[in-house]
């Protein structure tokens, strides 16, 4: 069909206009735009020092350089009107898989040699869409198929950046996965190998750090003598090392009361007292124990109210959280799937809905906790002087079920902006391509969960169906 000449005029003019919004909305992201800020008039919800009424952050070089009233923007750098609008630390997701594919090596029961940093994908629209919830940085996890699965990355959200490395939060201290309960018993017992059981978990988890530790001991006899050779180096075997010395965090995949119980003391017994549990669904239950854990206790990252998805996680309660904060233990708000991340703000409203939570305490759930959580608290979580500038910006407080994310800057730079926000973001688009679902349908471990032979929901970017779970390939 041969389109008139206006007519044709009006639709390129519209793709120029739709090209250009896109294209001006990811110049602002880039890393050479500016990190000079000062925001103005704005509630100012710092999280540590409580809040600040039509207050001021001034950004230098993207970090924050002042916090008060009545400042002044210095020649050069740009200011926001925030009126009316709230001001919180960059919410910080403590266990997330977005920028990854394909992140569960489950070849072997112990896995401590591969790392998720060495894949990130920088072109993920998920960072966007993080961002597009207030989220400034992540920690990125390996998969929970294994006792002990690969280390872990924390990253910022960089978006617009194109090179992995530029995502990579410099100085973050290393974590790596464990996993306890179903997801190892379920996948190595149908392969009828160890573990198939909860005590045979421990068991593996016991002998990998046993042999990390004559590892470490015959590296250092050789360092002071007392051997001829070195051990033959192993990369497993440094990273668990780094956890017997407190190097490197494990951050273990848990649900039940018991297995946490039994995790604490196998750790114990190695003298490792830094330790993050992930999910914890039965935490209430063991609160005492998991903040007398160490010398400051266990921490734990929760869902806010989501369970019931296998056997091991039927006992829950959307108390969980608020249990855990209010017996001192260092708890955060996680999202744990791509697509997830964008609503955690509401999900500690949730929590502090349950709970009875005040506003700090709640906020704290998913700024400065999970910060702590990942040994990256001396640089953000609050707003404070001297802290790197990740920020969100929200309508309304962000507590509030009416509340929108207006812009999101990391390290000063505007990474989000609810005035600027063209349809489609992607950085690498193909014409003839999908666009990506907010949570594809993957479900390829199905198989070998508890729930094998339940009917799902399969959501591609193609199309829905039901289908078994023992159909799926």
């Known amino acids: 069909m041969m389109l008139s000449t206006p007519l044709r005029s009006f639709l390129l003019l519209l793709l120029t206009?739709?090209?250009?919004?896109?294209?001006?909305?990811?110049?602002?992201?880039?890393?050479?735009?500016?990190?000079?800020?000062?925001?103005?008039?704005?509630?100012?919800?710092?999280?540590?020092?409580?809040?600040?009424?039509?207050?001021d952050i001034l950004v230098r070089d993207g970090d924050i350089a002042q916090v008060g009233t009545d400042l002044s923007a210095p020649n050069g750098v740009e200011t926001y009107d925030a009126s009316g609008e709230y001001v919180m630390p960059g919410i910080i997701d403590a266990h997330q898989h977005f920028a990854l594919s394909n992140i569960n090596e489950a070849t072997n029961q112990v896995t401590a040699e591969v790392g998720v940093g060495d894949v990130l994908d920088p072109f993920d629209i998920g960072l966007y869409r993080g961002l597009a919830g207030g989220v400034t940085a992540a920690h990125v996890m390996h998969g929970s198929a294994n006792p002990i699965g690969g280390r872990n990355e924390t990253i910022k959200l960089h978006y617009g950046a194109t090179d992995p490395a530029a995502f990579k939060m410099e100085d973050a201290p290393r974590?790596?996965?464990?996993?306890?309960?179903?997801?190892?018993?379920?996948?190595?017992?149908?392969?009828?190998?160890?573990?198939?059981?909860?005590?045979?978990?421990?068991?593996?988890?016991?002998?990998?750090?046993?042999?990390?530790?004559?590892?470490?001991?015959?590296?250092?006899?050789?360092?002071?003598?007392d051997r001829d050779r070195p051990p033959e180096h192993s990369e497993r075997l440094e990273v668990l090392a780094g956890v017997l010395q407190g190097d490197v965090i494990p951050h273990v995949h848990s649900y039940r009361a018991d297995e946490i119980v039994m995790l604490m003391n196998v750790l114990e017994d190695f003298g490792v007292d830094d330790v993050v549990f992930q999910h914890v669904n039965e935490g209430f239950k063991v609160a005492p124990e998991l903040a007398a854990f160490g010398d400051d206790g266990a921490s734990a990252s929760v869902f806010s109210d989501w369970w019931a998805y296998k056997f091991e996680v039927y006992y829950s309660t959307a108390y969980n959280a608020a249990v855990l904060e209010k017996n001192d233990v260092n708890t955060s708000i996680n999202s744990d799937i791509p697509g997830e991340q964008r609503d955690l703000y509401l999900q500690a409203a949730k929590s502090q809905r349950y709970g009875d939570l005040s506003d700090q305490q709640a906020l704290s759930l998913i700024t400065i906790n999970p910060a702590r959580q990942l040994g990256i608290a001396d640089r953000v979580g609050s707003i404070e002087e001297g802290k790197d500038a990740d920020l969100a910006i929200f309508s309304k407080h962000p507590l509030s079920v009416y509340t929108q994310p207006q812009r999101t800057y990391v390290d000063g730079i505007v990474r989000f902006d609810h005035e600027d926000d063209p349809d489609d973001m992607r950085l690498r688009v193909d014409p003839e391509g999908t666009v990506d679902l907010a949570r594809d349908g993957d479900y390829s471990g199905v198989q070998h969960s508890c729930l094998k032979g339940a009917a799902f929901l399969h959501a591609t970017s193609e199309k829905l169906r039901f289908r078994n779970a023992d159909q799926w390939e």
């Open 175 to 225: 974590t790596v996965k464990f996993a306890l309960g179903e997801n190892p018993t379920g996948l190595y017992g149908q392969r009828d190998q160890v573990p198939q059981t909860r005590m045979g978990v421990e068991q593996v988890i016991r002998n990998a750090l046993t042999e990390a530790r004559r590892y470490h001991e015959a590296k250092q006899a050789y360092q002071n003598g």
């Open 17 to 55: 206009v739709g090209l250009t919004t896109a294209a001006a909305a990811q110049d602002r992201q880039r890393t050479n735009a500016s990190n000079d800020w000062l925001i103005q008039d704005a509630t100012i919800l710092t999280v540590t020092n409580g809040t600040i009424e039509n207050g």
